[in-house]
């Protein structure tokens, strides 16, 4: 009765490929080396893809075989390690009861470990590991002899200092741990690695210190890692973190800040935070992030208490500015009368063809396509390119009386203060938002400035970052200390440290 039902509801072939998925889930390794070698070539298709290799060697009179990714393997230390197999004899191999003696005697290396299933062999094999079966034995060897293509350790361009060290994050996972560890010579800072993507299984780590970490926002994070159900992370860390962030399509703020300074890292995480390493990407996230922590930079921290703290304020003057400037002073010539005397110099004397309105979305429209048209020029003709573009556009609009220079002059002060932080993503917000006060105003004048202000707030105050906090803290819930300590650059002390 229960097979009548459940063929039923399924096909025969559908039923036979639930089966051979489960087999190839649990299917573990047995003594018959020939069953082995033969599993493997197929479920890794050795004879259509020509860069996994299959090398057949012999240690004495048993059968073995490696297994490796062509380009990840290290040449010469397995050349070494085939020596040790040549001078093998079978009265010591005999004399190995497990295939962990094995490894201990034959594979003088500092990195192996033994598996039973196939798909976890399969799985180190493709991550640039080196698998090897040795006839005789029901479990396989996996030597982490892996060496990646990498670029050298350099200074992110993003987010560069005047002082301090000048390194940053490189797409090698263990390589970035290794930055972070140089660091934090405490047994306490953990790298808890996890595999994110059915098909890419993509190494991911969390990294923090035990003691210091919210264990109650670290379970929430690691929930969250456990339940992605996504085929592969093709954008790295972006496919990520759409994945980790809670769905709001109508909220442009960033829910992560990431950093690629090995130093910033070494600091978020000694604070208690989280923070996330995708193979295969540069950046760094550091969860959780709300707006106040956007205030910080990491030159704040290499400059004296004093100059840290008053670049934090202009920052957050800067901030401001970006958002509510043009939109002010779009408000103000709308409504003349309420300019006071002292403001006067903002008025436009000369009327123009064009709307005011329609210029700042222009030239809003305009900064983006020079923006985009650099990132695709050359770098030697890229700095050249946003120069004379923006002189000759800007000098010509004016002229042809397109535009006036008051919008080219607050445009262009707007453009130059994104760059007063490295995330591109609150720059980008900072810009809709602008825009979407600029819309109102021209619609509903004072009452279109209220209203975008109150959208703002709300879309501020209800936003949550990837672990469920409040975007305001330490604002909401107030956190005074905390709060000072984002404001302001606190001398070095025991309590401050």
Same mark, same amino acid.
């Given at each position: ?11 025969f072939?559908?039923?036979?490929a ?61 050349e ?74 350099d200074e ?28 934090i ?16 299984k ?22 969250? /890692? @456990? %339940? +992605?159900?996504?085929?592969s992370?093709?954008? &790295?860390?972006?496919?990520? =973190?759409?994945? *980790? $962030? ?24 000694l ?21 106040f ?78 923006? /985009? @048209? %650099? +990132? ?6 890229? &700095?050249?390119?946003?120069? =004379?573009?923006? *002189? $000759? ?68 105050s ?32 025991k309590?401050?440290?």
């Open positions: 009765m229960v097979t009548e039902l459940i063929c039923h509801h399924f096909s072939d559908k039923m036979k639930i089966h051979t998925e489960a087999v190839k889930i649990v299917r573990i390794f047995s003594s018959d080396y020939q069953a082995n070698a033969a599993a493997l070539d197929s479920e890794m298709r050795l004879s259509e893809s020509f860069d996994l290799v299959g090398r057949n060697v012999r240690i004495d009179k048993r059968r073995a075989k490696l297994y490796f990714v062509d380009g990840f393997c290290k040449d010469d230390l397995m070494k390690i085939m020596s040790y197999f040549m001078k093998a004899d079978e009265k010591t191999i005999k004399s190995c009861k497990t295939t962990r003696e094995f490894a201990d005697t034959f594979i003088p290396y500092v990195e192996t470990d033994v598996v039973s299933k196939t798909d976890e062999f399969i799985k180190a094999v493709l991550s640039g590991a080196v698998g090897m079966i040795v006839e005789g034995y029901s479990e396989a060897i996996v030597i982490d002899a892996r060496t990646y293509p990498i670029r050298s350790v992110p361009e993003n987010d560069r200092v005047l002082r301090g060290p000048h390194d940053g994050f490189v797409e090698t996972l263990v390589f970035n741990t290794a930055l972070i560890r140089r660091r010579r405490d047994t306490r800072l953990t790298m808890e690695i996890h595999s994110v993507g059915k098909a890419s993509t190494d991911v780590v969390i990294c923090f210190v035990q003691g210091k970490v919210n264990e109650k926002q670290l379970n929430a994070l690691r929930k969250k /890692l @456990a %339940s +992605i159900d996504i085929n992370l093709t954008m &790295s860390q972006q496919s990520l =973190i759409d994945c *980790l $962030v809670p769905k709001q399509w109508l909220n442009p703020f960033p829910k992560v800040r990431y950093t690629e300074r090995p130093d910033a890292v070494a600091a978020s995480v604070e208690g935070s989280m923070v996330v390493l995708t193979d295969n990407s540069p950046a760094a996230m550091i969860i959780p992030s709300g707006i922590d956007f205030l910080q930079d990491t030159n704040d921290f290499y400059m004296s208490p004093v100059i840290g703290s008053y670049m934090r304020i202009i920052r957050m003057f800067i901030f401001a500015m970006t958002m509510l400037l043009t939109p002010i002073w779009l408000l103000l010539i709308q409504n003349p009368d309420y300019i006071p005397n002292w403001l006067d110099f903002i008025r436009i004397e000369e009327p123009n063809t064009v709307p005011v309105v329609a210029q700042l979305f222009i030239v809003e429209i305009v900064i983006d396509a020079m923006r /985009l @048209a %650099s +990132i695709n020029t050359p770098t030697s003709l890229s &700095s050249s390119f946003g120069v =004379i573009g923006a *002189l $000759v556009l800007g000098e010509f609009a004016v002229s042809a009386g397109w535009f006036v220079a008051e919008v080219v002059l607050y445009m262009a002060f707007v453009a130059m203060t994104n760059y007063t932080q490295p995330s591109f993503e609150l720059g980008y917000a900072f810009k809709l938002m602008r825009m979407m006060l600029i819309g109102l105003i021209a619609l509903f004048n004072l009452w279109g400035f209220i209203a975008g202000l109150i959208i703002i707030i709300v879309e501020i209800t936003a949550k970052t990837v672990t469920g906090q409040c975007y305001l803290y330490p604002l909401i819930p107030f956190n005074g200390g905390a709060l000072m300590s984002l404001l302001l650059r606190k001398p070095l002390s309590k401050n440290n």
